[in-house]
């Protein structure tokens, strides 16, 4: 199993500002992915975090403002730039390992509000 | 579109009853998830299903997956308090990448 941290747990933040998250996971998975999950809603995936190059984004999310990074197997970076009220979310990163039985594991989430 | 479709979105029920969550989506795929998620947390894995037919049960809780029928459902057998959270499915469509469910809320009454 995979134990994944990320911070801030939560942040307040003014719109037109930018916010990093940090996604830690306790050992290598092979793949990564950043979801968000808006008040009462289900998750929606935004990208692939793709290690040492660009993330792979899902239709309606682009770079520019979801910037992701993946240094290594096992951290990640999400940017939320230039933030709205409608940015308020949860992000949560989530790992696997990849092989056929396993499940996906996912962080505690952060919850951002933009004011 | 990809529509992954749970019923019912809210559920109350009295402890022991017995009820059924369903998932169902629109394209093939092989492998499916059950997560649970509770107020302000995270989501925990339930069950991963691999395969056409699989059932697993863990507790009180048992889901199965008819790939043909692209159906899937969570069992819940004499509902205790303790079992009172949302139930996401998921269905894997690419390499590991996640489509989930609308989500089904359990609210286990005394």
């Known amino acids: 199993s995979a134990v994944i941290s990320q911070k801030p747990s939560r942040d307040i933040c003014q719109r037109g500002t930018s916010l990093t998250i940090q996604c830690q996971v306790d050992s290598q998975v092979t793949m990564m992915f950043w979801y968000r999950q808006q008040p009462g809603q289900s998750l929606t995936l935004i990208a692939t975090a793709n290690q040492g190059s660009e993330a792979t984004y899902e239709s309606g999310f682009v770079i520019d403002k979801f910037p992701i990074s993946r240094p290594n197997l096992t951290f990640s970076t999400l940017t939320v730039s230039n933030m709205s009220p409608e940015d308020s979310s949860i992000y949560l990163c989530?790992?696997?390992?990849?092989?056929?039985?396993?499940?996906?594991?996912f962080g505690p989430g952060t919850r951002l509000l933009v004011l | 579109e990809l529509k992954v479709e749970q019923n019912p979105l809210f559920l109350s029920m009295q402890e022991g009853k017995n009820y059924t969550i369903y998932c169902n989506y629109s394209t093939t795929s092989d492998r499916l998830y059950w997560y649970r998620q509770d107020p302000g947390k995270s989501l925990e894995s339930l069950f991963v299903?691999?395969?056409?037919?699989a059932v697993k049960q863990e507790g009180r809780l048992m889901a199965s997956l008819d790939t043909k029928a692209r159906l899937s459902t969570l069992h819940i057998t004499a509902a205790v308090h303790d079992l009172s959270a949302t139930y996401f499915c998921a269905l894997e469509v690419g390499p590991s990448k996640l489509t989930f469910g609308t989500g089904t809320r359990l609210q286990v009454t005394l």
């Open positions: 299903l691999l395969s056409n037919g």
């Open positions: 989530s790992g696997t390992g990849g092989s056929s039985a396993e499940t996906q594991y």
